[in-house]
């Protein structure tokens, strides 16, 4: 246990730095993540998420987060990264950061007709390769994780102004959308 705890603090460390750089030259900051759970580094209590979709017209979306999670304070941290490309359309990726403030939470949601964990919080661009897509964009960000072994999770971005392109639903079963939000 304490070996984790020191491997995620480093792995924490080594983002805050990374994420730091990214956010002052507007460069696109994304850890490559390719594993089948929530990725590595994910907070205590975590939330996290990895997703694939298809969106149609040759388009195709990955996006990738995790962090911190305090549901008593109503706080929420940590980084989105968002990758839309294909349609004979120039790809683009985008970064945001959560909160702080969640919007709403709750542990009895129903979403898919299945029950699970919702929580929604607002975004922010922190970096953007897509040049319709501004540093500063706001918008908001649904997280939806289904339980009792159904696995019909959700990620859903709602982004603001010309950023519209990154406002995309990723659904489906843990093959494309895996998601751990709490309360666990």
């Known amino acids: ?3 984790f705890a020191a491997g995620c603090s480093a792995v924490a460390a080594g983002l805050t730095a990374e994420v730091g750089a990214a956010e002052g030259n ?6 490559p993540y390719s594993g089948n759970g929530i990725p590595p580094g994910s907070g205590i209590p975590p939330w996290g998420f990895h997703a694939t979709q298809s969106f149609g017209h040759g388009r195709s979306g990955f996006a990738h987060g995790w962090g911190n999670i305090n549901l008593e304070r109503n706080t929420i941290s940590g980084k989105i990264c968002q990758q839309i490309s294909g349609g004979g359309q120039p790809g683009g990726m985008i970064s945001v950061r959560l909160g702080p403030r969640i919007t709403y939470h709750s542990h009895t949601a129903f979403m898919w007709g299945y029950e699970g964990n919702i929580v929604k919080a607002p975004v922010q661009v922190i970096s953007s390769t897509d040049s319709k897509c501004k ?7 649904t997280m939806y994780a289904s339980y009792n072994g159904v696995k019909s999770d959700s990620i859903q971005f709602f982004m603001n102004a010309d950023c519209r392109d990154g406002s995309r639903l990723y659904h489906g079963s843990a093959s494309q959308v895996n998601a751990q939000v709490p309360p666990l």
């Open 1 to 3: 246990m304490c070996v």
């Open 135 to 141: 540093v500063g964009t706001r918008g908001r960000v």
């Open 26 to 31: 507007g460069g696109p900051w994304c850890v």
